[in-house]
């Protein structure tokens, strides 16, 4: 039996990733989780702590923790919280693969943790390249450990790339869905709510992720997170819309040919590739139904609707500590929207005007990239305030 460490299991990934794991029981890719993590849901990961019952649990939050030691008296079950916590679940002692589903930028120093302790990642957590690409990437060729991408696109290209020269692949096709303003003009978005961005067409995700991919923001830190895991520079990816969500992305070869992966839009299927990889083993997710489906389109992405394609773009080819920035004012940004404080469109502009204040510096340290994540939380939390007012 395989050892998991599990962080962020209460979330979207981490709820779908325990029914992989369901589903792998009695397969030779059986895994055990010996420790799950989460922020503050007490009573989903004291559920999840009874069924899975792993030797340790950690919520990031002391209260929260205090909480689930209590609950959890009658089990024989360490609780941990804080950074420290998390980062020691991540390198957790006796794992084979660690799965960092947590959100946002606070990923960075687990990840950071797992790949030094020697332990391969499955990541989720696409904020952690985004903003500490550099230390990721160096952290796993240091330890000689492979990072698994969850995210669907990336396992997509992972996949495509299998059985094929790396050299010789020329583009990568990173398909989007468009989210649920596809079609929508600056105009009408100006107006768009909390409620409207958060009904994706074809998938459930987290509310951070989802409103990312209502300002196609997901996308631009995708980009991000392919140039760092297939050292593909910004020019070599093309972002496509396809409002299916079937082709869940695609590499051109230098011959023209292109190879794309399918599937029914279920993150079971990529979070289970991570998993087993390099076998493949039936999962839950549904057949593919090329009949039912017809047909597929594709378009090239509005721009200028989604500003934060762009400014994601820029970032990466100006390296350094842009995109930590960039990261940073978005994951700000994001919150100050879902609680009504600032507009759609606001997103964009602060989360640019976030980045081209970042001075060009590299982001050759743990603390650099802390610090400009800082500064720019700082700076875009202060404009929320003066536009909250204002409104
Ligand atoms: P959710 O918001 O559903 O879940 C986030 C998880 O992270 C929860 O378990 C949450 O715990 C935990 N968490 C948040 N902050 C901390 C912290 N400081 N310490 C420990 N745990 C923490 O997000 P998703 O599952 O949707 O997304 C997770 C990541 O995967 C994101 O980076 C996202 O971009 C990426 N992703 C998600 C996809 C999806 O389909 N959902 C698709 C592709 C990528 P708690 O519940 O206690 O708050
Ligand atoms: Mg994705």
Not at 91 to 102: K, M, P
Request: net charge negative; hydrophobic share 45%.
């Amino acid at each position: 039996m395989k050892i998991l460490s599990l962080l962020g299991s209460t979330g979207s990934i981490g709820v779908q990733t325990l029914e992989v794991l369901r589903g792998l029981r009695g397969t030779e890719h059986e895994y055990r989780p010996a420790v799950l993590a989460a922020h503050s849901n007490v009573e989903r990961l004291e559920r999840q702590v009874r069924e899975f019952r792993p030797e340790a649990a950690v919520l990031f939050g002391k209260g929260a923790a205090k909480d689930l030691r209590d609950r959890t008296r009658d089990l024989d079950l360490t609780v941990l919280s804080g950074m420290e916590g998390l980062c020691e679940a991540a390198a957790w002692e006796g794992a084979d693969l660690t799965l960092n589903a947590v959100v946002g930028m606070v990923g960075l120093r687990p990840t950071l943790a797992a790949l030094e302790a020697g332990r391969p990642v499955a990541l989720a957590n696409k904020e952690t390249l985004v903003a500490g690409g550099a230390l990721v990437m160096e952290a796993a060729r240091r330890s000689g450990v492979e990072i698994l991408p969850v995210d669907s696109e990336h396992s997509a290209i992972f996949q495509c790339l299998r059985g094929n020269t790396r050299a010789q692949a020329r583009q990568l096709l990173l398909t989007a869905s468009g989210g649920p303003f596809f079609g929508w003009t600056r105009e009408r978005l100006a107006s768009a709510r909390p409620e409207d961005a958060l009904a994706h067409p074809n998938w459930t995700m987290g509310a951070k992720v989802t409103i990312d991919s209502a300002t196609m923001m997901n996308k631009g830190l995708e980009v991000i997170e392919a140039s760092w895991l297939f050292a593909m520079g910004p020019e070599e990816i093309q972002v496509v819309v396809h409002r299916e969500s079937i082709v869940h992305s695609m590499v051109r070869y230098a011959d023209n040919g292109v190879i794309a992966q399918l599937g029914t839009p279920d993150m079971r299927l990529p979070i289970q590739y991570a998993l087993t990889y390099p076998d493949r083993l039936p999962s839950p997710a549904a057949e593919l139904d090329l009949f039912a489906l017809g047909r597929l389109t594709f378009y090239p992405p509005d721009r200028e609707a989604f500003p934060c394609l762009d400014v994601a773009v820029e970032a990466l080819k100006r390296g350094g500590l842009a995109p930590a920035a960039v990261n940073g004012a978005n994951e700000e940004a994001v919150v100050a929207f879902l609680r009504g404080e600032i507009g759609f469109l606001d997103i964009p502009d602060l989360v640019g005007q976030a980045g081209a204040r970042q001075p060009d510096a590299p982001a050759d340290s743990l603390e650099a990239v802390l610090e400009a994540d800082r500064a720019a939380r700082a700076w875009t939390a202060e404009q929320v305030r003066g536009r909250a007012k204002r409104n």
